[in-house]
């Protein structure tokens, strides 16, 4: 098998989208400073974690596999909260951190699973 999966660009966007979006929406419901300098601040810690998730995954040899969006979705949760708290110096509230497991672990796993879902029809299918 090839080591960069044909799908991996697409992958690593909508996860990245996926990331954005979660700040993004937080950002609006809590009336913050959704202007770009403030998106970034807080979306840094959560792009950086899911880099490392990522690399450390080697996330590129199978993207799309449900298994590698559970080890996406704790590296980036775990690295993100640790980053955001320690080197960006933003609050990690209990409520927040459970937000965002529920939020980025249906979207980082979801799309995954349903990707596999879709996958198992069409074999099922062709093969009857």
């Known amino acids: 098998m090839n080591p960069i999966h044909r799908r991996a660009p697409l992958a690593a966007g909508l996860d990245t989208a996926i990331v954005v979006l979660f700040v993004s929406i937080g950002k609006r419901e809590h009336d913050q400073d959704t202007a770009i300098s403030g998106l970034l601040n807080t979306v840094a810690p959560f792009l950086i ?20 969006g559970c080890g996406l979705w704790a590296i980036t949760l775990g690295v993100g ?48």
């Open 49 to 68: 974690a899911l880099v490392v998730a990522w690399l450390v995954l080697r996330a590129w040899r199978n993207p799309d596999d449900w298994k590698i």
């Open 81 to 128: 909260m640790l980053l955001r708290n320690i080197v960006f110096d933003d609050g990690t509230a209990m409520s927040f951190v459970i937000v965002a497991a529920a939020f980025l672990g249906f979207f980082l796993v979801g799309w995954r699973l349903l990707l596999a879902l879709i996958d198992q029809r069409r074999s099922t299918s062709d093969a009857g």
